[in-house]
């Protein structure tokens, strides 16, 4: 089929794209730069020129597919690109609703409706949640609180629409992604480098981890199974502490991890955003993942973390469910 995807330039769409062209897909990339996007793509994509915003062109990329086709929204700002000033906050929100209302807008324009639209999201719609409770988290949590948690909960409605047309939604609750070349690691490494690394804020928080081919692989495998409905945690299986990140971190690059940074440390240098992402506490599982019989190619940490530092991206072995 067709599948167009949105944000397919970022850190996990540079490996989806690839991942769903080997699976026989053919795929669409819109993008402000459309340009860049053939060529980081060596010419394998059809690219279109998209604002961000506008439904129309992706109507138009609908309606052109040679067979169904399938939408997956991965559009936004990144969140970890900088403190969050109102301005951030605002850039942050703005730029998911207005590519989940496009999705929305382009499925009651297009003649031709997709298959399914698989919706981005993230662990942070479950809110900050207390260390001491350790509960964990499946899909079946509320929505919890705080700014991430709102972006979450007004991310996932934004194209909620598409239901009411008939059209099959996936909901993607990523976790924290590991991979080459951008994502959680890459602002790890640098005091691990220097002999400097350590958990941060005293490393008993949960972090709920996903190694960028699994977070790719379960992206396509959203899109193919056709009783994927509903959210999803795109979390490995075995989430893990802060502290034992870090370690792993450590072990991988045969550095130590032992310089703890203080928490009153990091909520004075990013405010807010120290709260709800490196001090943030959830221990989210992908229960309706495993259900459908989706398969993890790298479930464990150390094996997540020494692939994503030794450069690579391959996809994970044998088959997805």
């Not at 089929?1 to 769409?13: A, E, K, L, P, S």
């Not at 691990?192 to 996903?210: A, D, E, K, T, Y």
């Not at 943030?280 to 190619?297: D, K, T």
């Amino acid at each position: 089929m067709r599948v167009i995807v949105t944000g397919g330039t970022g850190f996990i769409g540079r490996v989806l794209v690839p991942l769903l062209l080997d699976r026989g897909h053919e795929v669409a990339v819109p993008s402000r730069n459309p340009d860049r996007a053939g060529r980081l793509f060596a010419g394998r994509v059809l690219a279109q020129a998209w604002d961000g915003s506008d439904p129309g062109p992706l109507a138009e990329l609908l309606d052109t597919a040679p067979g169904p086709s399938a939408l997956v929204n991965l559009a936004g700002e990144n969140i970890a690109a900088g403190r969050w000033t109102r301005q951030r906050r605002a850039d942050i929100l703005v730029s998911r609703l207005a590519a989940g209302r496009a999705c929305s807008a382009a499925v009651r324009l297009a003649c031709c409706t997709p298959e399914v639209l698989v919706q981005g999201s993230a662990v942070g719609y479950y809110g900050v949640r207390p260390s001491a409770q350790g509960a964990v988290l499946d899909e079946s949590a509320p929505a919890g609180d705080g700014f991430l948690a709102e972006v979450c909960r007004d991310w996932e409605a934004s194209s909620a629409g598409v239901e009411d047309a008939g059209v099959r939604r996936a909901v993607a609750r990523t976790g924290v992604v590991l991979g080459p070349g951008g994502g959680a690691l890459a602002k790890m490494l640098p005091p691990f480098r220097f002999f400097l690394g350590g958990p941060p804020g005293g490393g008993g928080q949960w972090v709920s981890w996903i190694g960028l081919a699994d977070q790719a692989a379960a992206l396509a495998f959203l899109v193919e199974n056709p009783d994927a409905s509903g959210p999803f945690n795109l979390t490995a299986p075995e989430p893990c502490t802060m502290a034992e990140l870090c370690a792993a971190v450590g072990a991988a690059l045969g550095r130590p991890s032992w310089l703890p940074v203080p928490a009153v440390l990091l909520r004075l240098g990013l405010g807010g955003m120290a709260e709800e992402t490196i001090l943030a506490n959830q221990r989210a599982i992908p229960s309706r993942l495993l259900a459908l019989g989706f398969e993890f190619g790298y479930p464990v940490l150390s094996q997540a973390v020494s692939l994503a530092l030794a450069g690579t991206d391959a996809a994970p072995p044998g088959p997805q469910g």
